[in-house]
């Protein structure tokens, strides 16, 4: 740096065993990192040369020295690179290529630091041509996150889907050699547990699926399938005999229809429609005549518990009964 500070940054982080902790080796993803990837001699980022050394096990095999400021004394080495970066970038652009992909931390470039390191938390699209390093960024990006957001993302994971399992053997060991091995990887046919697809889809197929006219598709087949009974149906509760009537279930899917939701977000405005319009029946029951015995057991805005069971879940909801 500017200052005399030197940084030396890898693919993990690294401390001494020493009281201090003294600070080894900068994981590439932390904040005083940045300055590597982001410098340029039109922004140098308080850097002041940038080094990248090349090695084969624990022998080193190359180093690149690119100064983003004039040196202090004015003498410029004979052998330093004119353009930034591009001497070390190139050198690992013409590496023979094996059967799987490599990590790209020595040579991110600040177009690609700024995608990986993008704050935003909802979906991030990167696009390119074919060769443009999109996937490549986009496992540095999972493994950033991982790192910025590792509490919470250790809970829920993080789940990488690729086309075929040929290509997922291809990216699979760049993860790990960031230090990241909680990571499942799935192929579409393996996303559901237990099931494996392998039938073969027609190129029409595929071209359908792909289109942006299966989004309506998938819209028409769910709402097709949130359909209401055409007769009344009969719940029984504490011995009471309540019905649900084909209007309450269409009122109770217009409500949540009306949330705007996914279908299995807005189930829960349905099934609270439904609790209502039962929980409705059940205070009238109690309240009737035949039904005093017991309504005289309940004290005036008393509490209780009215639970019930259906084919897919048991429900329970807080009554209030009067008098």
């Not at 006219?213 to 359909?227: F, W």
């Not at 109690?286 to 429900?315: F, M, S, Y």
Request: with cysteine; proline share 6%.
């Amino acid at each position: 740096m500017e200052d005399g500070e030197v940084r030396r940054i890898g693919r993990v982080g690294l401390r001494d065993d020493d009281e201090d902790l003294t600070t080894l080796l900068l994981d590439w993803r932390a904040d005083h990192s940045r300055p590597f990837y982001l410098a340029t001699t039109a922004r140098p980022e308080g850097a002041h040369r940038r080094r990248h050394l090349r090695t084969i096990g624990r022998r080193v095999i190359g180093v690149h020295d690119e100064f983003l400021t004039a040196p202090t004394d004015g003498n410029v080495p004979e052998d330093h690179d004119d353009v930034v970066g591009e001497s070390a970038l190139l050198e690992t652009l013409e590496q023979a290529r094996s059967g799987h992909m490599t990590d790209i931390v020595a040579t991110i470039q600040r177009e690609q630091d700024e995608i990986i390191r993008n704050p935003h938390a909802g979906v991030l699209v990167v696009q390119g041509g074919p060769g443009t390093g999109k996937t490549a960024v986009a496992l540095h990006r999972a493994a950033y996150l991982l790192y910025t957001h590792r509490q919470r993302l250790d809970r829920s994971g993080v789940l990488i889907v690729g086309p075929n399992a040929r290509f997922l053997d291809y990216i699979a060991r760049v993860l790990p050699s960031l230090g990241e091995s909680g990571v499942v990887l799935r192929t579409l046919g393996d996303l559901y547990p237990g099931v494996r697809a392998t039938g073969p889809e027609s190129l029409r197929g595929e071209e359908v699926k792909g289109s942006e006219a299966m989004v309506n598709i998938l819209k028409a087949a769910v709402r097709s399938r949130q359909t209401a009974p055409t007769d009344d149906v009969e719940v029984l509760v504490d011995g009471h005999r309540l019905v649900l009537d084909p209007a309450s279930v269409r009122a109770a899917r217009g409500r949540a229809r009306m949330t705007r939701r996914p279908h299995n977000q807005a189930r829960e405005a349905f099934a609270t429609r439904i609790v209502e319009a039962l929980t409705e029946q059940y205070v009238a029951a109690l309240t009737d005549p035949v039904g005093q015995a017991e309504d005289q057991a309940w004290a005036p805005g008393a509490t209780d518990w009215v639970t019930w069971e259906t084919p897919h879940a048991r429900c329970s909801t807080p009554t209030t009964a009067p008098r």
